[in-house]
């Protein structure tokens, strides 16, 4: 089992920065690809980033300039950089490892959460 803690939330103001991190209990190198998601209240949980084990990563257009998304794998630690932040931005971030087990078999691993603010 593939267990995920994040941790780096807080309340920030419009234009500052928050780094994220995802801590996995085992090798980030068995998980074929990272990812974050986020859910602000009363709305559908969306994709933030991925990062991939080739070291490819992709983005929501919506944060696509503003946020980075790396790994260390020494560390077993993917990270979320959110720079620029807007209140939009606002909600319950979720980090998510993906084992692709086979064309048509797939387990996913989620974390519990981190709250992330951002007031005008």
């Known amino acids: 089992q593939v267990q995920l803690v994040e941790s780096g939330g807080g309340s920030v103001q419009a234009g500052e920065s928050l780094r994220l991190s995802c801590a996995a209990s085992?090798?980030?190198?068995?998980?074929?690809?990272m990812s974050w998601y986020r859910q602000a209240p009363g709305k559908q949980r969306e994709m933030v980033a991925h990062?991939?084990?080739?070291?490819?990563?992709s983005y929501a257009d919506s944060v696509k300039g503003r946020f980075t998304v790396s790994s260390d794998n020494a560390k077993n630690t993917v990270y979320l950089q959110m720079d620029s932040l807007k209140p939009e931005d606002t909600g319950v971030y979720y980090c998510?490892?993906?084992?692709?087990?086979?064309?048509?078999?797939?387990?996913?691993?989620w974390g519990q959460g981190t709250q992330v603010t951002i007031s005008s």
């Open positions: 998510k490892g993906t084992i692709l087990g086979g064309p048509a078999r797939i387990s996913e691993y």
């Open positions: 085992g090798s980030i190198l068995d998980i074929d690809y």
């Open positions: 990062i991939f084990n080739t070291g490819s990563r």
